[in-house]
């Protein structure tokens, strides 16, 4: 009889467990829709603040360039108001700007008559493209000077280490664009931003002929000598 009795408490104790554990389950899976809904709300939250983030992050350098974003000076003027054989130049890119940027990139106008001094640089490749006008570009190979017309559509490229130069042979200006990689500060374009004025300033000629080529070196322009040792 004791034992009969015994074996009635272990049904009806196994018996409370098993409906505990149903309504324990029951209750988890009612739960379980609230909580996908609950993340796929905090989720939703983090990929909207994800978004307002990126639409707010401000950009140092402009991805679009407008002319009159460009920096604008006169490379050797004839005079205060009048450009001459002189240049136009028009900076768009350079490390000031787009210290990210891989190249700089500008836009140069040579006036009728006007050339560069022959030059190298030793850390600076040059890429440019002739827009209009017509001129005469000057290169080396096997230290033999040659000379080679461009004009529109013209490509120029210029290696680090090799001298060159171009001139405006032409009756309008010598048009192109070049960009300058790397984009490195106390480079070529420095260099122009250092001589150039602001259009119709009188130009500064202060610097003899020695302090003008220290000044071109240091920013990667070296000057041709008129004999190579």
Known sequence: MLKNKKNLELIKLAAIIMIFTVVQSCGENANKPEKKEDSVAVLSLKEKAHIHDDSTHTHTSKRIIT??????????????????SGGLLQIYMDPESHPDASSGFSKYELGVGGALPEHKHNKTEEIAYFLSGTGVVISYENDERKETIVKEGYVWYTAPGEWHSFQNTGKEPLKLVFATVPNAKHGLLDFFKKVGVKPETEPSNTLSAAEFAKLAADNDLILKPSKIE
């Open 67 to 84: 002319p009159n974003d460009a920096q604008q000076l006169w490379i050797f003027p004839e005079r205060k108001d009048k450009l001459g």
